[in-house]
């Protein structure tokens, strides 16, 4: 008598339609690709052969709806997040739980916030100013691999009359981005009184 315990958990494999392809193509939830064909009056499925890259894509060459019926390279994972995810709810970024980019089940890709994520916020005021506004922001650049924070990046930006300016968001050091914060809001500063008739040339 075996142990459930020993035994490999059995994923059931669930099949869907891949929006802007055709409909006789589907993905699964285990990364796998068929077409659905009748042959001699009956229904077959074809399983695609997958490829990999260089860089570690695993897909398969197709018709890219985009460009008609041209062929080109689509990644399997690609598919899986138009079949199985909604950006405007689940993000518009892909990552793999354990960074292989080879594991293509369903529950190894997440959908989070864009590349670049903000982390917590820098107490750099502009010392002409009495506002305590944060013009100066720091974050971490993720990788699209591991999701893990690679390298820190200063953002500067600032509110007036309601609307926020921005004035780089790549900056790799403080004293570059107390730079620019210095120069630029500023001159923004001047340009709004400007056009709203405080001061005159």
Request: proline share 3%; charged share 30%; aromatic share 8%.
């Amino acid at each position: 008598m075996t142990n459930p315990d020993d035994e490999e958990k059995v994923v059931r494999e669930i099949w869907k339609h891949i929006p802007g392809y055709n409909k006789d193509l589907q993905v699964s939830n285990l990364g796998r690709l068929r077409r659905s064909m009748v042959v001699d009056g009956k229904l077959t499925n074809h399983i695609y052969k997958l490829q990999r890259t260089v860089t570690g894509t695993v897909g398969v060459p197709i018709n890219n709806p985009r460009e008609g019926i041209k062929r080109s390279f689509i990644g399997i994972a690609t598919l899986m997040v138009k079949a199985f995810f909604d950006p405007d709810k689940d993000g518009k970024c892909l990552f793999y739980r354990d960074g292989d980019r080879t594991n293509l089940k369903l529950d190894n890709l997440v959908m989070d916030l864009p590349t670049i994520r903000r982390s917590k916020s820098l107490n750099v005021f502009n010392e002409r100013s009495k506002s305590k506004e944060k013009y100066i922001r720091k974050y971490h650049r993720v990788s699209r691999l591991t999701g893990k924070k690679t390298s820190l990046r200063f953002a500067v930006s600032c509110v007036r009359n309601g609307k926020r300016y921005w004035f780089g968001t790549g900056h790799k050091t403080l004293q570059a981005a107390m730079k620019v914060r210095d120069k630029e809001i500023a001159a923004l500063d001047y340009r709004l009184r400007l056009e709203a008739g405080i001061i005159k040339r």
